[in-house]
């Protein structure tokens, strides 16, 4: 598929968007972006700020072409990005890549800083589960099996406590657990150690007002590491 995008745009005030065209195989389609979208996303100082579209020209028009690689067409046919179509989980989901991707190379490169990599993983971990909300990227991990994660290639959480009611099958499951484990501080770390290979991380899930658990799962911080990894690309794939 070949896209290009002849340089011509409009703002309509009445949708408060910028239109602009795009050629997919030599059909001409209309691109938005919304006001709100330039403000939230696009650094653009008010919804009418044309500069902010001009300066992120090149961004904005990647998104559209994975808009249409991901076949996600308007009624009319357009495609538009608003701020319900690029939202914060995506950017969130590449801040927390570079961060931790700075984190770790720093620390392999200068063992002196005392950087605790685990920590980073930690809190990337917490962010990934707990921070997105879109009803595509949750409805996609209703349907993601474990058996789907294995195939390709995720890492395993062992799960030496699982809710009976609800044995844990999908991703949307582990996701489940973990959201209420953050919420209530319930995460354990088998070692103060550094070194990934010699930490893993406990989650528990209790239901209220109960004294124990009724759902564990564990993780090696090498296998958490490749978790975020995976789920960093996971919610590019669904949200982007």
């Not at 340089?7 to 972006?33: G, H, M, Y």
């Amino acid at each position: 598929m070949t896209v290009s995008f002849p340089k011509s745009e409009q703002w309509d005030e009445s949708r408060r968007l910028v239109l602009f065209p795009a050629d997919v195989n030599n059909r001409r389609i209309t691109c938005a972006v919304s006001g709100e979208a330039l403000v939230d996303h696009f650094g653009a100082k008010n919804t009418k700020d044309m500069n902010a579209f001009h300066t992120r020209r090149d961004d904005i028009e990647k998104v559209v072409v994975r808009l249409i690689n991901k076949d996600r067409f308007q009624e009319d046919g357009t495609i538009l990005i608003d701020s319900d179509t690029r939202n914060e989980a995506i950017e969130f989901a590449r801040f927390t890549r570079r961060n931790f991707e700075f984190v770790v190379e720093a620390a392999e490169h200068d063992p002196d800083l005392n950087l605790h990599v685990v920590t980073q993983l930690t809190n990337s971990l917490l962010g990934l589960v707990v921070f997105p909300k879109e009803r595509s990227l949750l409805a996609r991990t209703q349907t993601k099996t474990l058996d789907d994660l294995s195939k390709e290639g995720w890492p395993c959480w062992t799960v030496t406590l699982d809710d009976v009611r609800e044995p844990t099958l999908t991703l949307a499951n582990i996701v489940y657990h973990l959201r209420n484990a953050v919420a209530h501080g319930r995460l354990t770390f088998t070692s103060d150690s550094h070194q990934l290979d010699e930490v893993a991380l406990i989650v528990e899930d209790r239901k209220p007002k109960a004294s124990q658990p009724y759902w564990r799962a564990q993780i090696g911080a090498r296998d958490l590491r490749d978790f975020c990894l995976c789920f960093l690309n996971f919610i590019e794939d669904a949200v982007g």
